[in-house]
């Protein structure tokens, strides 16, 4: 046995079991499928934003070379929209009528042999509109405002007497603008018709929803439905929802009775698959000399599509981020000619955490009080909303052990007081949050005659490292070596599981991992129970340990047997069990359940004269609870933070008047490269939490949320200049 094989196989940082495969380029995404005989699809989009459809020509495109079928809403059947999920409705079906809700709306797909041919008969499709002035800015005062949906708005105490009495008040308004996810890889669909049976290649974040929405959209049980999606190459919450083209080239599939695959382009990635929406946040603060918070009002405006029901209650977690007696919070959404939003990595907290530690940093400067001392002297040990105590927190912990790394005891308070040359050097920091969220998950795992094991669940890994975190607790559970386990998922045949994404996959999958890799344990020791030739004849699961594929007494270490001697002595081939894991019930637990913590540091440079800004280097304390491979989890955190600087410094989806997406390719769209990226330090605090048997809270978007105040206080700090909108440019500095 290797020193590997007998190490405990949870937590420690091994790389990726599926490494190999993606550098060699031998990892199938969905836009590498290719099956027999299929053809390809091209999207025709409207150029106008709001209006209606007078006519559509497709002449010239149904004589075009190669050209199978022209769809458009003349002879698109009537469809249902997708089922509800537990994030919400899913989108509206396409093509079922002649309005226009948003501009890069699809109008018509064109099928052909080759994805050439489809894309030039798609540009002589001729769409006459009769255009109505559209609704395209959060200022505009016609468009229908729609009330917290969900039930998360916030009010105790007496915000308003509160303020009246603060010794300090800050109120200042931050806007963030919409961001768009831009993956790397375009994302791509495969569909196949096999007599009543669908399958589907897509690229998902949710193979069983997407399943489920496929037999409603087109009345199929599910039994008769397949989703694929082994491979994902990042998707950051665009994955989450079946949108209009997956459906319509479903529908394409089987019109023309073959293969049809739909790859979309860059441009239409940005009106096809939703984006973070834009938010314009009115906050108040108010303080006592001593810097406790008195008052906490939060009021945040977020657009909403025109028959849509995507929601981000951004100024949410302002309720319970801190201790405070009066907090007011509210969310609006309003309607616009928009593309659907759709979550992106970190969801409202992104920009809520923006608005909130921005006036945090400003209220420290109004006290003549540093930052870290502010954010402990209103730390909040239980949960401000029911009072009780969290599962588990070291926050406090993340701000102690993150400023001591970043050496925050050299910032001098003062602004534009310190100085590298011809640069203005900042500090800043913020506090950070992500709720806690699970949701039920399946898993099913099998240990076979040879002595190995296969562990299978419906679920994705987008990059964050499921297959191989999924795969240690697999080979911990069994006691089985690393490389004698196989680890598959993506596909919704596999036991059901929920979406990657929320930061909740871990916690609910590896739970269920372990309970079937438990079952299967057990199985072993019921088939043995009454076998004389077995050393564990009797043997309960508490009596037995596994290690290295054989399960050995306690009592006596010296015997035991292999899985591979028992299933051979009663001549089976493999056994099986499947494994649930259940999400806790808060109410039961008498405890608050608590989403992931951490504290982000940043240093940034800014060029006296020029206005640059340039990240030099970020320090994140994180307590996500139980880490289950700390070398993925370091690169969630890290890869969230770039995200993050991309937030602060770069991102914009800029929409002309007419809504239009004016940069709408990667030229336009800026992004954070390697040189804009500078030292980066992750360190983990914490325990395992108490609200999931995994012990886990998920590290997927708290990486990212706490980047932009961060960077924004220290742009404030090397300047003296606060700047309330993202993202920081140089016009803002100059």
Same mark, same amino acid.
């Given at each position: 046995?290797?020193?590997?094989?007998? @190490? /405990?196989?949870?937590?420690?940082?091994?790389?990726?079991?599926?490494?190999?495969?993606?550098?060699?380029?031998?990892?199938?995404?969905?836009?590498?499928?290719?099956?027999?005989?299929?053809?390809?699809? @091209?999207?025709?989009?409207?150029?106008?934003?709001?209006?209606?459809?007078?006519?559509?020509?497709?002449?010239?495109?149904?004589?075009?070379?190669?050209?199978?079928?022209?769809?458009?809403?003349?002879?698109?059947?009537?469809?249902?929209?997708?089922?509800?999920?537990?994030?919400?409705?899913?989108?509206?079906?396409?093509?079922?009528?002649?309005?226009?809700?948003?501009?890069?709306?699809?109008?018509?797909?064109?099928?052909?042999?080759?994805?050439?041919?489809?894309?030039?008969?798609?540009?002589?499709?001729?769409?006459?509109?009769?255009?109505?002035?559209?609704?395209?800015?959060?200022?505009?005062?016609?468009?229908?405002?729609?009330?917290?949906?969900?039930? !998360?708005?916030?009010?105790?105490?007496?915000?308003?007497?509160?303020?009246?009495?603060?010794?300090?008040?800050?109120? *200042?308004?931050?806007?963030?603008?919409?961001?768009?996810?831009?993956?790397?890889?375009?994302?791509?669909?495969?569909?196949?018709?096999?007599?009543?049976?669908?399958?589907?290649?897509?690229?998902?974040?949710?193979?069983?929803?997407?399943?489920?929405?496929?037999?409603?959209?087109?009345?199929?049980?599910?039994?008769? $439905?397949?989703?694929?999606?082994?491979?994902?190459?990042?998707?950051?919450?665009?994955?989450?929802?079946?949108? /209009?083209?997956?459906?319509?080239?479903?529908?394409?599939?089987?019109? &023309?009775?073959?293969?049809?695959?739909?790859?979309?382009?860059?441009?239409?990635?940005?009106?096809?698959?939703?984006?973070?929406?834009?938010?314009?946040?009115?906050?108040?603060?108010?303080?006592?000399?001593?810097?406790?918070?008195?008052?906490?009002?939060?009021?945040?405006?977020?657009?909403? *599509?025109?028959?849509?029901?995507?929601?981000?209650?951004? +100024?949410?977690?302002?309720?319970?981020?801190?201790?405070?007696?009066?907090?007011?919070?509210?969310?609006?959404? =309003?309607?616009?000619?928009?593309?659907?939003?759709?979550?992106?990595?970190?969801?409202?907290?992104?920009?809520?955490?923006?608005?909130?530690?921005?006036?945090?940093?400003? !209220?420290?400067?109004?006290?003549?009080?540093?930052?870290?001392?502010?954010?402990?002297?209103?730390?909040?040990?239980?949960?401000?909303?029911?009072?009780?105590?969290?599962?588990?927190?070291?926050?406090?912990?993340?701000?102690?052990?993150?400023?001591?790394?970043?050496?925050?005891?050299?910032?001098?308070?003062? /602004?534009?007081?310190?100085?590298?040359?011809?640069?203005?050097?900042?500090? %800043?920091?913020?506090?950070?949050?992500?709720?806690?969220?699970?949701?039920?998950?399946?898993?099913? *795992?099998?240990?076979?005659?040879?002595?190995?094991?296969?562990?299978?669940?419906?679920?994705?890994?987008?990059?964050?490292?499921?297959?191989?975190?999924?795969?240690?607790?697999?080979?911990?559970?069994?006691?089985?070596?690393?490389?004698?386990?196989?680890?598959?998922?993506?596909?919704?045949?596999?036991?059901?599981?929920?979406?990657?994404?929320?930061?909740?996959?871990?916690? @609910?999958?590896?739970?269920?991992?372990? #309970?079937?890799?438990?079952? $299967?344990?057990?199985?072993?020791?019921?088939?043995?129970?009454?076998?004389?030739?077995?050393?564990?004849?009797?043997?309960?699961?508490?009596?037995?340990?596994?290690?290295?594929?054989?399960?050995?007494?306690?009592?006596?270490?010296?015997?035991?047997?292999?899985? *591979?001697?028992?299933?051979?002595?009663?001549?089976?081939?493999?056994?099986?069990?499947?494994?649930?894991?259940?999400?806790? #019930?808060?109410?039961?637990?008498?405890?608050?359940?608590?989403? =992931?913590?951490?504290?982000?540091?940043?240093?940034?440079?800014?060029?006296?004269?020029?206005?640059?800004?340039?990240?030099?280097?970020?320090?994140?304390?994180?307590?996500?609870?139980?880490?289950?491979?700390?070398?993925?989890?370091?690169?969630?955190?890290?890869?969230?933070?770039?995200? %993050?600087?991309?937030?602060?410094?770069?991102?914009?989806?800029?929409?002309?008047?007419?809504?239009?997406?004016?940069? =709408?390719?990667?030229?336009?769209?800026?992004?954070?490269?390697?040189?804009? $990226?500078?030292?980066?330090?992750?360190?983990?605090?914490?325990?395992?939490?108490?609200?999931?048997?995994?012990?886990?809270?998920?590290?997927?978007?708290?990486?990212?949320? %706490?980047?932009?105040?961060?960077?924004?206080?220290? &742009?404030?700090? +090397?300047?003296?200049?606060?700047?309330?909108?993202?993202?920081?440019?140089?016009?803002?500095?100059?």
């Amino acid at each position: 046995m290797s020193v590997v094989e007998t @190490a /405990p196989l949870v937590g420690a940082g091994i790389d990726r079991v599926d490494g190999a495969l993606k550098t060699a380029g031998a990892a199938a995404y969905p836009s590498d499928v290719n099956v027999p005989g299929q053809v390809y699809g @091209a999207l025709v989009q409207s150029t106008v934003a709001s209006g209606r459809i007078r006519s559509v020509d497709t002449l010239a495109a149904e004589a075009a070379p190669g050209v199978l079928r022209v769809i458009t809403h003349h002879v698109t059947p009537r469809l249902p929209d997708g089922p509800m999920t537990a994030l919400g409705a899913s989108p509206p079906a396409p093509l079922q009528d002649d309005r226009i809700l948003h501009h890069g709306q699809h109008v018509a797909m064109v099928v052909a042999e080759t994805p050439e041919e489809a894309a030039a008969a798609a540009r002589m499709v001729a769409v006459e509109y009769a255009a109505d002035d559209a609704l395209t800015g959060l200022g505009d005062a016609r468009a229908e405002l729609v009330e917290n949906p969900w039930g !998360l708005d916030s009010d105790r105490g007496s915000v308003a007497e509160a303020l009246a009495t603060a010794d300090v008040k800050v109120s *200042a308004t931050y806007t963030t603008p919409d961001n768009t996810n831009n993956p790397l890889g375009l994302f791509a669909t495969v569909a196949v018709w096999e007599g009543g049976k669908l399958t589907v290649h897509d690229t998902t974040q949710w193979p069983s929803m997407a399943r489920a929405t496929f037999a409603k959209v087109f009345g199929l049980p599910e039994t008769s $439905v397949r989703v694929l999606a082994p491979y994902v190459g990042g998707a950051f919450g665009n994955g989450l929802r079946v949108w /209009p083209h997956v459906i319509l080239t479903v529908l394409a599939a089987r019109l &023309v009775k073959r293969p049809v695959k739909v790859v979309l382009t860059r441009p239409q990635m940005f009106t096809s698959i939703g984006h973070r929406p834009s938010s314009v946040q009115h906050l108040t603060l108010g303080a006592d000399r001593s810097g406790t918070l008195t008052a906490v009002e939060h009021r945040a405006t977020s657009p909403v *599509a025109m028959e849509d029901d995507d929601y981000e209650p951004v +100024a949410a977690s302002s309720a319970v981020s801190y201790a405070c007696a009066n907090v007011l919070t509210r969310d609006t959404q =309003a309607r616009l000619h928009i593309p659907d939003p759709t979550s992106m990595r970190a969801p409202a907290e992104a920009q809520g955490n923006f608005a909130l530690e921005s006036a945090l940093d400003e !209220l420290a400067v109004a006290l003549r009080l540093d930052p870290v001392e502010l954010r402990l002297r209103n730390y909040a040990e239980n949960h401000p909303g029911n009072g009780l105590p969290w599962t588990s927190k070291a926050l406090k912990e993340c701000y102690l052990a993150g400023a001591e790394r970043f050496g925050w005891s050299r910032r001098d308070p003062e /602004p534009r007081s310190m100085r590298d040359g011809d640069w203005l050097v900042g500090y %800043g920091m913020a506090g950070v949050t992500y709720p806690w969220y699970a949701q039920p998950c399946n898993a099913r *795992a099998t240990v076979r005659r040879d002595g190995s094991a296969f562990v299978r669940s419906a679920a994705t890994d987008i990059g964050t490292g499921t297959y191989t975190v999924m795969t240690q607790v697999s080979a911990d559970t069994l006691g089985i070596p690393l490389g004698r386990v196989r680890f598959d998922l993506g596909d919704s045949d596999m036991p059901a599981a929920p979406q990657a994404g929320g930061s909740g996959l871990t916690g @609910a999958l590896a739970t269920a991992v372990r #309970d079937a890799c438990e079952r $299967v344990v057990q199985q072993v020791l019921d088939l043995v129970r009454e076998d004389g030739e077995s050393p564990l004849r009797g043997c309960r699961r508490e009596e037995v340990t596994v290690v290295d594929g054989r399960l050995h007494r306690r009592d006596r270490p010296a015997e035991g047997e292999s899985y *591979a001697d028992v299933l051979d002595r009663h001549g089976k081939e493999e056994l099986t069990a499947d494994g649930t894991s259940t999400p806790a #019930d808060p109410s039961t637990l008498g405890m608050a359940p608590a989403g =992931a913590f951490g504290a982000k540091f940043v240093e940034v440079r800014v060029d006296a004269d020029l206005g640059v800004v340039r990240v030099a280097r970020v320090v994140s304390a994180i307590d996500g609870g139980r880490i289950l491979n700390e070398k993925t989890a370091r690169s969630q955190i890290i890869g969230g933070t770039v995200g %993050g600087i991309g937030q602060a410094l770069f991102e914009e989806t800029a929409t002309d008047r007419t809504g239009r997406i004016a940069n =709408a390719t990667l030229g336009d769209y800026l992004v954070p490269v390697n040189a804009d $990226v500078g030292d980066m330090d992750v360190v983990f605090v914490g325990e395992p939490d108490r609200a999931t048997p995994a012990g886990t809270k998920g590290v997927g978007e708290i990486g990212l949320v %706490g980047i932009a105040a961060a960077v924004a206080n220290a &742009v404030h700090h +090397a300047t003296g200049k606060r700047v309330r909108s993202l993202p920081i440019t140089l016009d803002d500095l100059l």
